[in-house]
């Protein structure tokens, strides 16, 4: 079974940065690109960004590009988005998703506030 575990949300400043973390098991991790997500309030589900299952390859919405690194670490059956310069307008609940089984984690807030 498919299980995807986000951690790392949290309340920032603008300008600030934080790091998301995804813990994934019940799946051959290393053979599937991932994804990460985001629901901002009153708005509906988005693609964040995209990496390929080695890591090599890499996409993210306009939005974040620049400001966000989605990687991974095959070994430790890990997602990572690490996320810089945050913005107001990138509150929202973070999640992680698996697109071969459109399989999806919990979520975690993440705030962006003065």
């Known amino acids: 079974q498919v299980h995807l575990v986000e951690s790392g949300g949290g309340l920032v400043k603008p300008g600030e940065s934080l790091t998301l973390s995804c813990a994934a098991s019940g799946f051959t991790f290393s053979g599937n690109p991932m994804t990460w997500y985001r629901q901002r309030p009153g708005k509906t589900r988005e693609l964040v960004a995209i990496i390929g299952s080695a890591g090599a390859h890499t996409n993210y919405a306009e939005s974040v590009r620049g400001r966000f690194t989605i990687s991974r670490d095959n070994i430790e059956n890990s997602l990572y988005l690490q996320m810089d310069n945050l913005q107001l307008d990138d509150t929202a609940v973070y999640y992680c998703?698996?697109?071969?089984?459109?399989?999806w984690g919990r979520g975690t807030q993440v705030t962006v506030s003065d």
């Open positions: 998703h698996l697109p071969s089984q459109n399989a």
